[in-house]
């Protein structure tokens, strides 16, 4: 029997659900939409578009990858969090001994956005 493997084909409407919880993420998180260009690495005006729903992200894009990454981490704060979005919003905002740093300041650049992932996971992965 074969198996089919979810990261190698993409499903029809992943684009539209992948840009639809990033923004969903973004406003949970409390960030900017010009945070979230510098994030995905995209210009502002397509960050702009993506909140309208107007531009959608699209495989096989860098921009894909770290969308995937920067929803993964909103799932696991989420889930961490209890859904508390104040907690979540202060968790972000305030400075971390283990990471060296605000983790807002961190994920705006990919190393730091897949450190302070690397930190949630090992730490959920203790609960």
């Known amino acids: ?5 979810h990261n190698l084909v993409e499903h029809p409407d ?7 919880a990033v923004v969903r993420a973004t406003e949970l998180m409390g960030l900017s939409k010009a945070s979230l260009a510098r994030i995905l690495g ?3 005006s397509s960050a702009g578009r993506l909140f309208s729903d107007q531009y959608q992200l699209h495989p096989d894009t860098k921009e894909w990858e770290i969308a995937r ?7 696991s704060l989420d889930a961490m969090m209890a859904g508390d979005e104040t907690a979540l ?3 972000l905002a305030s400075p ?5 740093a605000k983790p807002n300041d961190l994920i ?8 302070t992932l690397d930190y949630i996971d090992s730490y959920r992965a203790h609960i």
């Open 42 to 44: 995209i210009s502002p």
């Open 89 to 91: 919003r202060t968790w």
């Open 108 to 115: 705006m650049d990919v190393a730091g956005l897949v450190h």
């Open 1 to 5: 029997m074969a198996h089919s493997n």
């Open 69 to 75: 990454l920067f929803v993964r981490l909103f799932r």
């Open 14 to 20: 992943s684009a539209r659900v992948l840009s639809q």
């Open 96 to 100: 971390n001994q283990a990471l060296a």
